[in-house]
C-alpha cells in the first residue's frame, strides 16, 4: 500500500503528459514559455481570484509573497507553530519575527480568538505587528471570517498558507481566495503535484501582483536588466506547468475521490480509540492528509507498529512544532507555551490518503488499527 499513489493517477493520464511534453520540447521555451500563461489564467479563475503567479515551490511563494508586502526586520508576523516549516523559515529569512499563536485542537489551524488575544496584548518588545500567515493545515481552510475581522481591526496583511489546500472551501468561497497574497505548493505529494518543485500566488491586488512578477524574475523592472528591487530567481519551470495543465484536468474529479476515501475512513473508524478529522460545517478539506490523533504518545508508538507489520504506511506530521526547533531556540521559548500544538504533536499520525486509495485497503487500514 502506498501512503500517496501516484503511480496509478499517472497511469490514467500519462499519453497526455508524454504530449505536454513534447510540446515543451518542439517550442523550446523552457522557461516562463506558454504553459506557464495558460496554467496561471486557468488556477485564477478556478480559484476566483484576479491574479495567480507561478513560482518555483510553495516556499519561494511564500518569500514572494512576504517580500511584495515588505516584510523586514523589526517586523511580527503572527503564525501558527503547528506546521511545515516553510511557513516560518519565510519570515526568518527577511529578518521578520514569527510570533506563534496556538491552533484549535479540533481544526489544527491557528485559533483566530487566541490570534485575537495575542494581536491585542502587542507584539513582543520592539517589533511592529504586520501581518498573519494562516495555514490551512491537512487540507481544510482555516477559520478565515474572524481572523480577517482581527487583522483588518489592526490593519494587519494576511498571506494564506495554502501549500495543503489548493481546491478545498471555506463558506463558499475557494481556498486561494482568502488572503491579500494566497501561496500554494506543487510539490508532488501535495493535493495537486507536479513532477519537481513549483508553487503559485493568487492575489486580487494588481500591485501586489505586479510586485511578486518582478520580484520572482530578480526585481526586473520594465526590462530584464533594470532591476527596480531586490528579488529571488523564483520562477515555475515551463515543463512543470505542461504537467500540471495536464494534471489540473483531473484535479476536480481527485477531489471528490479524496472526500470519498475520507468517508469512508471516517465510517470505518468511527467508534474507535482515536480522535478522527473535524471538517466544520462552511468548510470542505482536500484531505491533504487524513491525520488522527491516538490517546496517548505510547498509544501512537504501538499502533503505527501495527500498522507497520501489516505493511501499512502512515506518518507525524508534525512531530515537533516550531516552537520547540532548534532553529527557533533563540525565540525563548518553552514547550508549554503552546500547549495544544505540542499535543497534537504527540498524539497525531496520518494514514494514506489518496484519490485511488481502495475500500479494501481502507479496510486493511481500519482492522489494524482497530484490532485488540
Ligand atoms: C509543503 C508546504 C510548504 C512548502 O512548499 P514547498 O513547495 O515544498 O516549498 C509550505 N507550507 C506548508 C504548510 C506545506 O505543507
Redesign the pocket.
Known amino acids: 500500500m502506498q501512503f500517496v499513489d501516484l503511480k496509478k493517477q499517472q497511469e490514467r493520464i500519462r499519453a497526455d503528459i508524454e504530449g505536454r511534453i513534447s510540446a515543451v520540447l518542439d517550442h523550446g521555451k523552457y522557461i516562463m514559455g506558454p504553459e506557464v500563461g495558460e496554467l496561471e489564467r486557468l488556477l485564477a479563475d478556478f480559484c476566483g481570484v484576479e491574479q495567480a503567479v507561478g513560482c518555483a515551490?510553495?516556499?519561494?511563494a511564500?518569500l514572494m509573497a512576504l517580500m511584495a508586502l515588505e516584510v523586514g526586520p523589526g517586523d511580527a508576523v503572527y503564525t501558527s507553530p503547528f506546521?511545515?516549516i516553510?511557513?516560518a523559515e519565510v519570515i526568518s529569512l527577511l529578518g521578520a519575527t514569527p510570533v506563534f499563536v496556538d491552533i484549535d485542537p479540533r481544526t489544527f489551524n491557528i485559533d483566530p480568538n487566541l490570534l485575537a488575544d495575542s494581536i491585542e496584548n502587542g507584539p513582543p518588545d520592539g517589533l511592529k505587528a504586520k501581518a498573519v500567515i494562516t495555514?490551512d493545515?491537512f487540507g481544510l481552510p482555516a477559520d478565515f471570517d474572524p481572523i480577517r475581522q482581527t487583522a483588518n481591526e489592526f490593519g494587519l496583511y494576511i498571506i494564506e498558507?495554502a501549500?495543503?489546500s489548493f481546491g478545498a472551501e471555506y463558506k463558499g468561497r475557494k481556498a486561494c481566495a482568502l488572503g491579500d497574497i494566497t501561496?500554494t505548493?506543487?510539490?508532488p505529494a501535495?493535493p495537486l503535484g507536479c513532477y519537481g518543485?513549483?508553487?503559485m500566488c493568487f492575489t486580487d491586488d494588481e500591485k501586489l501582483d505586479a510586485a511578486m512578477r518582478s520580484i520572482r524574475v530578480h526585481g526586473k523592472g520594465r526590462e530584464k536588466y533594470d532591476n527596480v528591487r531586490i528579488g529571488i530567481n523564483g520562477r515555475l519551470d515551463t515543463v512543470q506547468a505542461a504537467i500540471l495543465l495536464s494534471k489540473f484536468s483531473i484535479f476536480p474529479e481527485e477531489i471528490q475521490l479524496r472526500n470519498e476515501a475520507a468517508h469512508r475512513y471516517a465510517l470505518l473508524l468511527e467508534g474507535g480509540d482515536f480522535t478522527l478529522p473535524f471538517t466544520p460545517e462552511h468548510s470542505t478539506s482536500v484531505w491533504?492528509q487524513y491525520s488522527i490523533l491516538a490517546q496517548s504518545q505510547g498509544h501512537r508508538t504501538e499502533v503505527m507498529a501495527k500498522l507497520k507489520e501489516g505493511g501499512i504506511p502512515s506518518a507525524i506530521y508534525y512531530p515537533k512544532p516550531l516552537h520547540m526547533q532548534t532553529a527557533y531556540a533563540n525565540l525563548g521559548h518553552d514547550p508549554e507555551d503552546f500547549p495544544v500544538s505540542k499535543d497534537c504533536s504527540e498524539r497525531i499520525f496520518s494514514l494514506p490518503m489518496h484519490p485511488y486509495l481502495t475500500e479494501e485497503d481502507q479496510q486493511a487500514v481500519a482492522d489494524a488499527l482497530l484490532a485488540g
Request: glycine content about 14%.
Open positions: 515551490s510553495g516556499t519561494d511564500l506546521t511545515f516553510s511557513t495555514v493545515l498558507d501549500a495543503q501561496c505548493s506543487f510539490f501535495k518543485d513549483g508553487g491533504a
